[in-house]
């Protein structure tokens, strides 16, 4: 695997090295609380929607707090490359940067923020060398590609389903290293 390529694998399963088709439709921050956004599957044929669902013994809120916050995000995900990292902000439209230890990944920006209900993760590009490639055809072959959480209040706790668009070829990465990474999420959230 090349090293650019491993480096996709890393950011974006973080926040993945996700491809989504050109129809696909970003969550739009003036949706209610209550709308759940239906995203069409992937058109095409290198990219597929993967989903994952994990139900935690802890407050919506400690899981929200946990999952985001610099130490927790550090810790749970680890399974797909450990010491990676975020800078930016999950303000609702800041830009963010996913990354390895090495200082490359992925460059995003928040598309949806409900605190305790509802996130969503526009993918932009690469980040090689510090550098931001939001332009060449390798991206834009695949950018946008969205990243949503949904947090749930369940009884005994919080449900957690994610919804992940990834290029073919990705998802047995992913079947294997989302487990790992959730199982962890509910680990520091429960032992809290």
Not at 141 to 169: C, H, M
Request: with cysteine; proline share 5%; glycine share 6%.
């Amino acid at each position: 695997m090349s090293r650019r390529l491993a480096t996709c694998v890393l950011a974006l399963a973080l926040a993945s090295c996700t491809s989504a088709p050109e129809s696909t439709e970003a969550p739009h921050a003036a949706e209610s609380a209550s709308t759940v956004t239906a995203r069409p599957a992937a058109a095409r044929a290198d990219v597929k929607t993967l989903h994952y669902e994990i139900e935690i013994a802890a407050p919506v809120e400690r899981v929200w707090s946990t999952m985001l916050s610099d130490a927790g995000y550090r810790h749970w995900t680890s399974p797909f490359m450990t010491g990676s990292y975020f800078e930016g902000s999950w303000a609702e439209g800041a830009r963010m940067r996913f990354l390895a230890p090495g200082g490359s990944g992925m460059v995003a920006e928040i598309a949806a923020n409900r605190p305790r209900e509802f996130l969503s993760i526009r993918h932009l590009g690469y980040v090689m060398n510090g550098v931001e490639d939001t332009t060449s055809e390798g991206v834009t072959s695949w950018a946008p590609a969205y990243e949503n959480y949904r947090f749930e209040s369940v009884p005994g706790g919080t449900r957690v389903t994610i919804e992940q668009d990834v290029l073919a070829g990705f998802e047995a990465y992913m079947d294997a290293a989302w487990p790992r990474a959730l199982a962890a999420l509910a680990q520091i959230c429960e032992d809290e």
